[in-house]
């Protein structure tokens, strides 16, 4: 059974940067076709933040593009969002998700982060 586990969640001032990890075990991240980020705000829907194929290729929404980075780490068996410039609107509760065609979606338990001075 794969399961995600996210760290690296915090309080940050506004202005400031954080790194989120999140790190697979059951299952090797070679064999995961997308993995991602997500973010859910009090009261809002989830949004998707960013997300890199199996290949490496990363996309991300527009509402972060230009201030963070996704990227995986296949030996670490890990992804990461490099998260800079960070907003108060950026606060959420982050969620790791890996999508395997043909089985589904994983999810992690999700990390705070909270933008505020």
């Known amino acids: 059974q794969v399961q995600l586990v996210e760290s690296g969640g915090g309080l940050v001032q506004p202005g400031e940067s954080l790194r989120l990890s999140c790190a697979v075990s059951g299952g090797s991240i070679i064999s995961i076709n997308h993995m991602g980020w997500s973010r859910q705000a009090p009261g809002k829907q989830r949004e998707m933040v960013a997300l890199v194929s199996s290949a490496g290729k990363p996309n991300s929404a527009d509402s972060v593009k230009g201030r963070v980075t996704i990227s995986r780490d296949n030996a670490k068996n890990t992804v990461y969002l490099q998260m800079n410039s960070l907003k108060p609107e950026d606060t959420a509760v982050y969620y790791c998700?890996?999508?395997?065609?043909?089985?589904?979606?994983?999810w992690g338990q999700g990390t705070q982060v909270t933008v505020s001075s």
């Open positions: 998700w890996g999508e395997v065609y043909g089985v589904g979606t994983y």
